[in-house]
């Protein structure tokens, strides 16, 4: 069992950058595709960017390009989501996902999630 945990969530202004961060409890994720989705009220979750186990393949949302960049670091067992340029529509709650077989964009594809981490984006 993977247990994720999100950090960095917050409030920020428009044109703000924040930085999420992604680890995991019991289980080392060096092995696992990683993604991050987002949810806001009343809306489906959404994609925003994966990664893969290397960091060689990562895909972003068309939304975010440009604006968020996902890296890992394996060796402290953390994912990020560099995210700057911040707008309100922006404003979400943030999920880290994980899954050992392949990176993708879809949430059915990912096995493991987070709780989530507010980000709030104002004007």
């Known amino acids: 069992q993977v247990q994720l945990v999100e950090s960095g969530g917050g409030l920020v202004q428009a044109g703000g950058s924040l930085r999420l961060s992604c680890g995991a409890s019991?289980?080392?994720?060096?092995?696992?595709?990683m993604g991050w989705f987002r949810r806001t009220p009343g809306k489906e979750r959404e994609f925003v960017a994966a990664?893969?186990?290397?960091?060689?393949?990562?895909y972003y949302a068309d939304s975010v390009k440009g604006r968020f960049t996902i890296s890992r670091d394996n060796a402290k067992n953390t994912v990020y989501l560099q995210m700057n340029s911040l707008k309100l529509e922006d404003t979400a709650v943030y999920y880290c996902?994980?899954?050992?077989?392949?990176?993708?964009?879809?949430?059915?594809?990912?096995?493991?999630w987070g709780q989530g981490t507010q980000v709030t984006v104002s004007s």
């Open positions: 996902a994980a899954d050992p077989t392949r990176v993708g964009r879809r949430a059915l594809e990912y096995a493991y």
């Open positions: 019991g289980r080392t994720l060096s092995s696992y595709a």
């Open positions: 990664i893969s186990w290397s960091g060689l393949t990562v």
